[in-house]
């Protein structure tokens, strides 16, 4: 990840000007997870969400080169929010029949995607961009700690007050302190060199 892209104006437009393979393989691998826990946000099953995930790549592939950023408008990731909710949309419709029982599953994802406005799908977008964002940036970042530091902070992310923490790892409060101060900085420094890198 050391390659300095920022999608909106350097990944995206390579993508679009030239369908470059090298650059369509980076998109996929950056943004394959996201596509998949916004899939998985707008209520599609586990499989399901694994089997759309390729038609909703195909569909981004085809639909990028009509894709334009514009400041301030819709960002990409509502763009692809956008297609994502339409490739789902588009399975459901077409395996839900109406008047029979098994099909009823179908009815219920098409019916409550139907109902999913597009503010609703910018709130989506972003909501799980912060979560995909900041799991991405964990990863990154946890080897550059000792794992008792990463034992410490993965326990904190379940809100357990500092004293308990402490008495848990056998240290004191003010050192819990420190080693959740020192992840959460190198943390935060991460997520915004993705999201500058990533954004759109």
């Not at 503010?119 to 990863?139: G, R, T, V």
Request: negative net charge; glycine residues 4%.
């Amino acid at each position: 990840m050391g390659q300095n892209y920022h999608t909106r104006q350097t990944l995206l437009y390579k993508l679009i000007d030239s369908n470059d393979e090298k650059s369509w393989d980076e998109f996929v691998q950056l943004y394959e997870g996201y596509i998949y826990v916004v899939l998985r946000s707008l209520g599609v099953n586990i499989n399901t969400a694994e089997d759309l995930l390729q038609d909703v790549l195909l569909k981004v592939w085809k639909s990028l080169p009509n894709y334009e950023y514009r400041e301030g408008q819709c960002t990409f990731r509502t763009w692809l929010c956008l297609v994502i909710k339409s490739v789902a949309y588009n399975y459901f419709r077409k395996k839900s029949t109406k008047n029979n029982d098994k099909n009823l599953a179908y009815d219920e994802t098409l019916h409550k995607l139907d109902s999913i406005t597009e503010p609703e799908i910018d709130k989506i977008a972003e909501l799980e961009w912060k979560s995909y964002i900041s799991n991405m940036a964990w990863k990154n970042v946890q080897s550059e700690f000792a794992p008792r530091t990463v034992e410490i902070f993965e326990a904190s992310l379940n809100e357990i007050p500092n004293n308990a923490l402490a008495e848990q790892f056998d240290t004191s409060e003010s050192s819990i302190r420190v080693y959740k101060s020192r992840v959460k900085k190198v943390l935060l420094k991460e997520m915004a060199r993705l999201n500058e890198e990533l954004g759109g």
